[in-house]
């Protein structure tokens, strides 16, 4: 039985596949049209990529994907354009998703649940292979993976379906390079996978990627880091000049990006209130929060556990981190953190408001994988049986969590099935 039990936990990328592939099609079905955060606006631009629109300009006439849809969900998504300025990137798989069902149906209902199942399937892919190429920390990334936020919006058209998967990716890679560095310092292929990774990441969230790649990347020619920084940081400049900065509609806002430099008293006061009264809820959005972000789908207490499993597993699922990149580790994360707060200050907090608006907890899932590099903690002493059952005890803790979501989730949109007509 322990031979067994020790043969399935050496390929958590398998067990993953099973796990979210399982719940990705529940999610994926239960959940209607807009009521995951902001799909409205990521339909819309799915449907634009789908048409080869990568630049979005608004007041574009409706595509012919757009109509199909309106058709099927019986609402007008044509007046959603907060997501004008995202990157077409984000949107591939959702828009191949599109584009299947137009050729083979040409039927909204269709069409829309394929763009979802497409970006599950890229959910799936990215982060298996995240959890089979880290030489670290392979069981944390699995379960950050299948925390019910994360899992509930790797099935639907919201970019976090992308932007988490490839973030773990990304730092999986990181990973690699860093604990086990080729011998012969970073060969071709490599490098030129860094710079497809850090491509990418640019068109997603922006200078982070290229800020992390100069920060943490091992040991590199200069010459060749500098180009890994400077081509992604110039796609990224290049990208964000060619279109709009998306920011909130009936707000009277700052409107300064360079607003630190401007104000640097009033940011860090907006970011210390904002971390001091919105932190815990920071966390439990992370965990899952439902009802488009409405409702605190489990109590206090059972979001308090979650927290303490994951705390827990610093300690008994530890790797051997130097002091330094622990330090590093950490400085990205705040910077990470701090980017993020300070994106949402200026493009989408009232002037007039105490605390930072529109952060939500999911923004941070893509940074969990360094939390566990800043606290991983060799004190205990652990025999390799009890880290089995210990596993076996949190992958069926965090299945249990997501059963208990889908059951909620089933209730809770019956209701709203009923009332809308929703079909």
Not at 148 to 172: E, H, K, W
Not at 300 to 327: A, C, G, H, T, W
Not at 394 to 417: P, R
């Amino acid at each position: 039985m322990n031979s067994v039990l020790n043969k399935i936990l050496r390929f958590p990328e398998y067990i993953f596949i099973v796990i979210a592939l399982i719940f990705g099609i529940f999610y994926m079905f239960i959940q209607p049209y807009n009521e995951v955060p902001d799909e409205n606006g990521h339909v819309f631009r799915a449907c634009e990529t789908a048409s080869g629109i990568l630049i979005s300009k608004v007041g574009t006439e409706k595509t012919e994907y757009q109509k199909l849809i309106e058709q099927y969900i019986n609402k007008d998504i044509d007046n959603i354009k907060f997501t004008v300025g995202y990157s077409p990137v984000m949107y591939i798989s959702s828009a191949i998703g599109l584009k299947l069902g137009y050729f083979l149906y040409k039927d909204g209902k269709i069409m829309f649940y394929l763009g979802r199942f497409f970006n599950l399937i890229t959910f799936l892919v990215l982060c298996a292979f995240a959890i089979k190429i880290t030489p670290v920390f392979k069981f944390p990334f699995l379960i950050c993976a299948i925390l019910p936020m994360n899992l509930s919006l790797a099935p639907t058209y919201s970019i976090d379906s992308f932007n988490n998967a490839f973030a773990f990716l990304f730092f999986a890679y990181i990973f690699k390079l860093l604990f086990t560095p080729p011998p012969d310092g970073i060969s071709k292929n490599q490098y030129i996978k860094l710079l497809i990774l850090g491509l990418i990441g640019a068109l997603c969230k922006g200078l982070i990627y290229p800020l992390i790649l100069c920060i943490f990347l091992p040991r590199i020619n200069i010459f060749l880091k500098a180009l890994l920084i400077l081509f992604p940081a110039s796609l990224c400049i290049l990208w964000n000049s060619l279109n709009p900065v998306i920011y909130h509609p009936f707000f009277e806002l700052y409107n300064d990006k360079y607003l630190f430099f401007h104000q640097p008293l009033l940011v860090i006061e907006k970011i210390f209130l904002t971390t001091c009264i919105s932190f815990k809820t920071f966390l439990y959005s992370m965990i899952g929060k439902f009802g488009n972000f409405a409702i605190n789908t489990f109590s206090d207490s059972l979001y308090n556990l979650v927290i303490l499993i994951i705390i827990s597993m610093f300690f008994v699922l530890p790797e051997k981190i130097p002091f330094k990149q622990r330090i590093t580790a950490l400085l990205i994360s705040l910077l990470y953190y701090l980017i993020v707060l300070y994106k949402q200050l200026i493009t989408w907090t009232d002037v007039t408001s105490l605390v930072i608006l529109g952060v939500q907890g999911r923004y941070f899932i893509s940074i969990l994988p360094f939390l566990f590099m800043v606290f991983s903690c060799n004190l205990l002493k652990i025999k390799e049986q009890i880290k089995n059952i210990y596993k076996i005890f949190i992958l069926s803790f965090f299945i249990f969590i997501n059963i208990e979501v889908i059951i909620f989730l089933y209730v809770f949109y019956k209701v709203y099935h009923l009332k809308t007509g929703f079909n």
